[in-house]
């Protein structure tokens, strides 16, 4: 009788059904090594940040020709293309067709600022709250959530807070173009770059903090004075590094 159980039992098994659910377990497996087998991006970031664009440029070839379609290597792309509707919808590729790859949030923050710093703040509202809504846990978050204007101004720069200068500089400086500034130090700890900020302020150099993402990573930049030219900067770039021992280096300013 146990035998005639048996044969039932097998009877009822369905190759087919058994596997079909191989197969489903298989592109699983498969789906999740493909996500974390994303390209490694970082050091192309690191040349960015340091300004070595040719760098960035001959890795983002080399990675182009081992897989176009990876979403680091879609993002990457994005960061080094110059036209702002072009990288525009690079970002939009990642975040919309790779939703889980580790710069999707970055990506749905970087078309944020696009349209925050073209004046399209309505438009700029809806992803800052879908950066809120989708990636709760994002370092993003902080760094775009801003009070939103109420008018919308097409076509126009987001207008910044005045910077503040010693009465002197001003009158020296009134009118100047300011080209370039002096990056002292990055960290990830906000507390120190506000630590070497007040530090260079009581020295009466004009400092800003400003953030920069790299590698996934949030750094906070302490920037040392305004400048028309490279070597307006580097006597203060010298005494930077006697006095206070720091690598900084000369960078042009976003406008």
Known sequence: MNLNILKN????INPRSI??????????????????????????LKQIESGN?????????????????????????????????????K?????????????????????FSYYYSLGYYKKAETYLDRLKKDFPESPYVKTADRKIPDIEEPGTQAVSEP?????????????AEYNFTIQAGAFLNVDNAKNL?????????????????????????VNVGKFANEEEAKPVLNFLEKKFNLKGRVVPINK
Request: proline residues 3%.
């Open 9 to 12: 039992h097998n009877h009822h």
């Open 19 to 44: 596997l079909m659910k191989i197969f489903a377990l298989i592109l699983l497996i498969l789906s999740n090594q493909i996500i974390a087998q994303e390209a490694d991006i970082t050091p192309a």
């Open 53 to 89: 664009i040719q760098n960035a440029s001959k890795i983002l070839l080399e990675l182009k020709s081992k897989n176009m379609n990876d979403p680091s290597v879609i993002f990457l792309d994005a960061v080094l293309t110059k036209d702002g509707d072009e990288a525009l919808k």
């Open 91 to 111: 970002y939009s590729t990642v975040l919309e067709k790779f939703p889980e790859s580790k710069y999707a949030d970055a990506s749905l923050y970087r078309i």
């Open 163 to 175: 910077q503040i200068q010693q009465p002197e500089q001003q009158k020296k400086n009134e009118a």
């Open 197 to 221: 900020s007040d530090q260079l302020k009581k020295e009466n150099y004009f400092t800003e903090i400003t953030t920069k993402e790299v590698g996934g990573s949030i750094l906070n930049v």
